[in-house]
């Protein structure tokens, strides 16, 4: 970037805003946003070991492994997969893999953020950008390689809505009680950047669908809305692809959530824990670990969906996406009762817009090459909840203040949604959109 | 004769309206053909010829009318009339607005402003009726529905893009508050279009009058944008007309004069207005010849291809204009053109036909509608907070790349696979194009 005298609109309050030590290490909010539940692990406990080699293991292991306070289920990996083995029932598999899966989630999100040390901002921007949501995409490939195309779409909306509604609700709920009487302000640009490519998002959901209604017979429409699910996937990754650019180059200012006061701790954290090699090893072995839970997951859903007498879209929406987000939602809470709302919204709308613009995308490309039939013909009840959800968001973050009744207002509209899904007791295959016309659905309701 | 070129008529603009502003962008100056002439009558005659079809770039395009009305007459392939009826009105459509413009500096700035609000769109309205006249109700609906998607997302997408590209580093500032005003006017409209539609859907079966009570619904409605649209030139022109001048200061003061007279601008402005609904009969008359021999489906013809002839002189403007980081003059332009066709072609449109016995309802079909409902609602987000940068304009014309290739799926399944290679080769053309145009402007 140039020199700053002639660049006024970088100024903020007079000052001008240089690059912060996050930026340096291509930490956006959203990576930072989980450091939060990391805990100082003391290192006498390693010191002790006689051999190197064992000893920078053991200490890599501790880092890794026991860095998180999420690490107590840990042994819900192993559970599973013994469970798995002895062929236990299939409502606990898919119960212990849910549990493995939060922390290896956070995990991930840490090794990337310890390997873009290595790689400096740009490398580790778009490394973020693009394994920021690992679990969910990793889940999303396993479902459509065994053709369960309504888990992969339910998961992925349901992500969706989870980062919108529910992070961001619980964030601006409790923000707004724990910071009373306090000025609560965030760049509302950064916002209406993300609201901007969530509009975008829906449009593409939603013309497949309004294609399908519009025509006299739903078979007719199949074939050309598969067309324009991949050609609506293709602009939504160039528009990803633009928004990266727009995010890391560009428009840097608008991403960069500023904390001055924590100057104290985070000398301590300025160094990467862990080497890029063993780093890099780490993300590889988690992945692998994330794709045998996820395909646990993936293959038990129905049994557990059965056994418990939930639909699947109620898992699949609603739960799924909770356990996958569970370590980002408590580090947006945690800033957000710091009053640093700019973090926050990082994390929340750019999880979001990060689910909406690239995993559904890139799944229904993946699909694609694989054979499989996905489009992006959600059905009409989640495409209205994501229409709502995402005009909700954006309506509320218009301002740039907010207050905790905003917050309590989109919780709210998370939890009718849940309650949709819950009392939706349909059958997976009657949920698949084809046979399913407007008419009949109208007549039902008057009818009801 | 003075030469004047036509920017310099910016600021002279006694009704200081955004639209009239931009087409005078593309008006240029043709050096030859004046000064000999030996009759006075003659050499005015020339003049005017000049100043009136050699005045502007899009002047190549004109060999196209005379072209369109000879392979009608030999009764060539329809597609070719179709093709060469499309380009002849190009310019066509620019020439109408500098007429406007220049009439309106003889009548006044509220007349000025009145012949504009209703000319600026003459184009469309022209093809409209016409197309009415011929029972093709689907065709009006198609390329208003068009025009107004066009404007928004196209016109607008592409000058916020460039505007964002060329000034990368600096403020780009607005006035919210006339996005403001034509974002809530559209959204009336949207409201009118939506309500036939879902009383439609939510009777359905109930009543045998369905489309009697739609078509009553329609008229009804038709009347009370047609009194918003009356409020809307109201408040633009005489209560609250600050919000409305595009402000350049910097412009210089010559220029100051009309470079026609009124007469002759009257005549020419009839004159052209023949040649249009020549051009526009021929186009709706040939328009279904040309979707079969091309594998085009009307809708795609009517909603994509058709606007963007209609609008391809103030596109341009608006794009000039946002390159200067003159915002409100593009805004203007786009949003007030989307704003005309939506409460004022529209309904009267619909009035028309109601006056001609035919059933013309505001039914738009329920893709077209979300469409429009979708571009209404993503352009005033992002109109929200008074400034830009490119990726509003990025986002903009992508949501127009999907709506023009979800109409262009409809109803042509041949094609099918390849969409998806011509709709990145067009994304990627687009883009080249415009960082091309970006480094060439740059350039000088």
Not at chain 1, 92 to 117: C, D, H, K, M, N
Not at chain 2, 13 to 18: K, M
Not at chain 2, 400 to 423: D, H, M, N, R, W
Request: aromatic share 10%; charged share 15%.
């Amino acid at each position: 970037m140039g020199s700053h005298e002639t660049e006024p609109w970088l100024l903020e309050n007079g000052n001008p805003k240089v690059l912060t030590r996050e930026m340096r290490h291509g930490r956006t909010a959203h990576s930072r946003s989980s450091m939060s539940l990391r805990k100082k692990s003391d290192r006498t406990l390693v010191q002790k070991i006689r051999c190197a080699l064992l000893r920078d293991l053991l200490s890599n292991v501790q880092e890794v492994i026991l860095g998180t306070k999420l690490s107590i289920l840990i042994p819900a990996v192993p559970l599973a997969i013994a469970a798995e083995i002895y062929g236990l029932a299939r409502p606990w598999v898919f119960i212990l893999s849910l549990l493995g899966l939060t922390p290896l989630a956070e995990r991930v999100s840490f090794i990337t953020e310890q390997v873009a040390f290595y790689t400096g901002p740009t490398v580790g921007g778009l490394l973020n950008a693009t394994c920021g949501n690992v679990t969910e995409l990793i889940i999303a490939i396993f479902a459509l390689s065994s053709n369960k195309i309504a888990v992969v779409k339910y998961s992925l909306l349901g992500s969706i809505l989870s980062n919108l509604l529910l992070v961001l609700g619980t964030s601006l709920l409790c923000g707004g009680i724990a910071n009373r009487g306090v000025e609560k302000k965030y760049d509302r640009r950064q916002a209406d950047v993300n609201s901007l490519m969530l509009l975008l998002g829906l449009l593409c959901y939603l013309l497949p669908m309004l294609f399908n209604y519009s025509a006299a017979s739903p078979a007719l429409t199949a074939d050309p809305s598969l067309y324009l699910s991949r050609a609506s996937s293709i602009v939504m990754l160039i528009a990803y692809f633009a928004y990266i650019v727009f995010q890391l180059w560009t428009h840097r200012e608008l991403f960069e959530a500023e904390d001055e006061d924590e100057d104290g701790n985070k000398d301590s954290e300025e160094q990467a824990v862990i080497g890029l090699w063993s780093g890099i090893a780490w993300l590889v072995g988690m992945t692998v670990f994330i794709a045998l839970l996820s395909e646990y997951v993936v293959d038990t859903i129905e049994d557990a969906s059965d056994s418990w007498g939930l639909s699947v879209s109620f898992l699949s929406i609603i739960l799924l996406p909770i356990v996958g987000n569970a370590a980002e939602h408590a580090g947006a809470i945690i800033f957000a009762f710091k009053n640093k709302l700019d973090i926050t919204l990082g994390v929340a709308l750019g999880s979001a817009t990060q689910i909406a613009m690239f995993v559904v995308p890139l799944c229904v490309t993946v699909a694609w090459i694989m054979g499989v039939k996905m489009d992006l013909n959600f059905n009409l009840l989640e495409t209205g909840s994501v229409a709502l959800a995402i005009i909700v968001t954006g309506f509320t973050l218009q301002d740039g203040t907010y207050h905790y009744m905003k917050g309590l207002v989109l919780l709210l509209c998370y939890v009718v949604i849940g309650a949709c899904f819950f009392v939706q007791r349909t059958p997976l295959n009657q949920a698949d959109v084809t046979n399913f016309t407007l008419k009949p659905a109208t007549n039902a309701v008057l009818g009801a | 004769m003075a030469h004047h070129t036509m920017e310099e008529d910016l600021n002279i603009a006694p009704p200081p309206q955004a639209q009239n502003l931009t087409s005078s962008m593309v008006t240029k100056k043709w050096p030859f053909l004046v000064t000999k002439g030996r009759f006075q009558l003659l050499r005015n005659f020339r003049a005017n010829l000049q100043k009136v079809i050699f005045g502007t770039k899009l002047a190549v395009l004109f060999p196209a009318v005379p072209l369109a009305v000879v392979a009608d007459f030999y009764s060539l392939g329809r597609p070719w009339i179709f093709a060469l009826s499309l380009l002849g009105l190009t310019p066509l459509a620019e020439r109408v607005s500098f007429l406007t413009e220049q009439i309106a500096y003889y009548t006044g700035p509220t007349v000025g402003g009145l012949l504009n609000a209703t000319c600026g769109n003459a184009t469309e309205m022209i093809i409209s009726l016409l197309a009415l006249y011929q029972n093709k109700v689907n065709v009006v609906k198609f390329s208003l529905l068009g025009s107004i998607l066009s404007n928004l997302l196209l016109v607008l997408g592409s000058s916020l893009l460039c505007g964002g590209l060329a000034n990368l580093r600096k403020e780009q500032l607005y006035d919210r508050k006339q996005a403001d005003v034509n974002s809530l006017l559209l959204l009336l409209g949207l409201l009118c279009h939506l309500l036939p539609l879902m009383f439609r859907y939510a009777l359905a079966g109930e009543y045998a009058s369905i489309a009697t009570s739609t078509l009553q619904l329609s008229r009804a409605s038709s009347i009370v944008m047609l009194i918003a649209y009356a409020a809307y030139i109201f408040f633009q022109l005489k209560t609250h007309r600050q919000i409305f001048d595009a402000q350049e200061e910097d412009e210089s003061e010559d220029g100051e004069k009309a470079v026609i007279g009124f007469w002759s601008a009257f005549t020419w402005l009839v004159g052209m207005t023949l040649i249009i609904s020549l051009l526009s009969e021929y186009i709706v008359a040939t328009i279904e010849a040309a979707s079969d021999s091309w594998g085009i489906s009307i809708s795609f013809i009517s909603i994509i291809l058709l606007p963007i002839v209609g609008n391809a002189a103030e596109h341009a403007g608006s794009i000039i204009f946002a390159f200067k980081n003159k915002l409100d003059i593009s805004l203007g332009v786009a949003m007030g053109s989307a704003t005309q066709i939506s409460m004022f072609v529209v309904p009267l449109s619909v009035v028309v036909a109601w006056t001609m016995g035919i059933e013309m309802d505001l039914d738009f079909k329920l893709l077209e509608t979300g469409c429009l409902a979708l571009t209404i609602i993503v352009t005033a987000f992002t109109l929200q907070d008074g400034t830009s940068h490119y990726m509003k304009g990025l986002v903009l014309f992508l949501c127009y790349i999907i709506i023009s290739a979800c109409f262009f799926v409809q109803k042509t399944p041949l094609i099918g696979e390849y969409i998806c290679i011509y709709l990145i080769i067009s994304v990627s053309s687009g883009i080249f194009c415009e960082t091309f145009i970006i480094f060439h402007y740059k350039n000088g």
